[in-house]
């Protein structure tokens, strides 16, 4: 009987003895013993002996008198289905070790100071055909489509000279419009002294010319020497130098016209200009005689879609790029400078070809559009109305 009633009390207590089992994974799972002692006043004290698992499941329950040897323990019960996680071997805290993730994060570079910047290149120079040894290989590095360039005649409505403020009023003028470069056709007008400072003040390179009076007279010799005279010291503000504007329309022969060209470029050349050196003649001429553009260093051509009778102003950039590219290759690859394209705001129609603002504007959208990989000056700045009776 006082065993049973000791049995139900060990069963009794048996879920504060469960809930008191730590479930910790840090310490080595051993077999514990957990004992409670019991006394009463008819028999000697007890001694009640409960043994459990990990689980706090009871394996096993003896009881033993005060006094008496305790029973040999049972025997290490069979391990449960659920296996016990490995514990560290020492039975010490786990020191705490911070999270590593999944996936490394990516490495960050320390950011590197930009690069210094560098100017474009200059564009590469055409190949030359046989026979053009005069030809520099470097002649026309300073020639590019960023140039926005336009033709600049240094002359009243009357025909007269325009003075140093009234130039200096035109550059002012070409700044504002966005030109970058003009071209001007000869040495008269004292326009080497008035246009030269009134652009350099403006930002605006010069291409310059010997005009085919000159070139008849036999004077070419003497307009180079004014022009090396202006710019030897610094060739920097010069993009080109043009002998003889459209000699075939002038009463000149192919061999005059070259002819001269020699002359200046040699001349230029001594004085220490490297730059390219032009005849500048229509592209009609240029395709029916090759020998114009031989020697030359760039093949310089005006082209002028209003001067077709079947080309209307929408399609006028598309005539200068395909007749551009038929000169090119007349004249053996060269790279082609369009020095002169535009079209009328004013005057006699021609065949399709209609001046007026709209169709002026029109054109030059065309052109700027169709010709974007051409360098090219836009004909011209001002209204020449000191031209009379002449067609241009």
């Known amino acids: 009987m006082r ?29 514990r013993e957990i004992v409670t002692e019991y006394a009463t006043t008819t028999a000697p004290p007890v001694r009640v002996v409960v043994i459990v698992d990990a689980q706090g499941r009871p394996l096993s329950t003896s009881t033993v008198t005060l006094g008496e040897t305790p029973p040999t323990p049972a025997p290490e019960p069979v391990k449960v289905d659920t296996p016990p996680k490995e514990a560290p071997s020492k039975q010490e805290p786990a020191k705490p070790v911070a999270a590593k993730p999944v996936v490394d994060p990516p490495k960050q570079d320390t950011p590197k100071p930009d690069p210094p910047k560098q100017d474009a290149p200059a564009p590469s120079p055409s190949p030359s055909p046989s026979g053009s040894s005069n030809s520099d290989s470097n002649a026309n590095s300073g020639l ?21 403020p009234e130039v200096s009023a035109d550059m002012a003028k070409l700044k504002q419009l966005g030109f970058s470069m003009i071209r001007i056709y000869g040495t008269d007008c004292d326009q080497l002294k008035t ?23 036999g004077a070419v010799e003497k307009d180079v020497k004014m022009i090396t005279d202006t710019f030897g010291n610094s060739w920097d503000q010069v993009k080109a130098v043009i002998i003889g504007n459209e000699p075939s329309l ?3 022969s192919v061999e005059q016209s070259v002819a001269a060209y ?6 230029l050349r001594s004085a220490g200009f490297q730059g390219p050196v032009m005849i500048a003649e229509t592209y009609a001429a240029i395709k029916k005689d090759a020998r114009i553009c031989a020697d030359v260093d760039v093949v310089a051509a005006n082209i002028h879609a209003f001067f077709s009778k079947i080309t209307p102003a929408e399609e006028a950039g598309k005539l200068v790029a395909e007749e551009a590219d038929a000169v090119s290759k007349a004249c053996g ?41 051409l360098p090219l000056i836009q004909f011209t700045a001002f209204n020449d109305l000191w031209k009379k009776g002449k067609t241009g």
Not at 195 to 215: L, T
Not at 262 to 267: D, I, N, P, S, W
Not at 338 to 345: I, L, R
Not at 347 to 371: F, L
Request: proline share 6%.
């Open 250 to 252: 002038n009463g000149m």
């Open 262 to 267: 020699k002359t200046g470029r040699t001349a």
């Open 3 to 31: 065993s049973t009633q000791i049995s139900a009390l060990a069963l009794a207590i048996l879920p504060l003895l469960v809930a008191a089992q730590p479930h910790g994974h840090q310490h080595r799972h051993e077999r």
């Open 195 to 217: 246009i030269p400072p009134a652009a350099k003040e403006n930002g605006i390179k010069i291409m310059a010319g010997v005009y085919n009076d000159q070139i008849k007279a």
């Open 333 to 373: 690859g060269k790279k082609v400078f369009v020095t002169e394209s535009g079209w009328p705001h004013k005057g006699d129609n021609n065949g399709k070809a209609i001046p007026s603002r709209e169709n002026q504007q029109k054109a030059m959208n065309s052109i700027k559009k169709s010709c974007s990989h």
């Open 144 to 164: 590019g489509t960023s140039d926005n360039g336009v033709s600049y005649s240094p002359y009243t409505n009357a025909g007269g000279c325009k003075q140093a």
